[in-house]
């Protein structure tokens, strides 16, 4: 069993998990500054069983990357609600349910894991999601009970892939 001096020796800073920034292609900077939660997706390799004599051996099968979800303040203006909204909208149009073409259908974001002394240099604690689109934009809540808080909601993006760096 280690001692503390080897932990102290072995595990000098950690990362905060309130120091990070979130971009998006296409909403602005104001969402840096409102999105309230975010998260490092998950990724997960299915196994494939080969049977060789009396042996299962399992093999590195297709990844799946886990959707994306952020919690955002809302502006009095709903800027970038309604910036989401008309993504979605752009994707399937509702009135002749048509939609774009993958022009402007996917979009880049990135999540940044800020350093205690303001850097972000870090290799893995940046990670770009490659062609996110919101499935899920959550309502507002509303309510006379929440007269000291910022209403906020929650967005879902799908994605193919992400990338470290």
Not at 22 to 36: N, Y
Not at 84 to 113: C, H, S
Request: glycine share 10%.
């Amino acid at each position: 069993m280690g001692t503390v001096d080897e932990f102290v020796n072995n595990f000098t800073v950690g990362a905060r998990a309130n120091l990070y920034k979130v971009q998006v292609d296409g909403l602005g900077q104001k969402l840096e500054f409102t999105c309230k939660t975010a998260s490092l997706p998950g990724k997960t390799i299915n196994p494939i069983e080969v049977k060789y004599l009396s042996n299962t051996i399992k093999l590195g099968g297709d990844a799946t990357f886990d959707d994306w979800t952020i919690t955002i303040l809302a502006d009095e203006g709903y800027e970038i609600r309604q910036a989401l909204l008309q993504w979605q909208e752009d994707i399937k149009a509702n009135p002749d349910a048509t939609g774009m073409g993958d022009t402007y259908y996917f979009r880049t974001a990135t999540v940044t894991q800020i350093k205690r002394d303001g850097g972000d240099d870090r290799g893995v604690g940046k990670i770009k999601l490659v062609n996110i689109w919101p499935t899920v934009v959550d309502p507002v809540e509303l309510s006379f009970d929440s007269a000291d808080t910022i209403a906020e909601y929650g967005v879902s993006f799908s994605l193919s892939h992400w990338e470290l760096g």
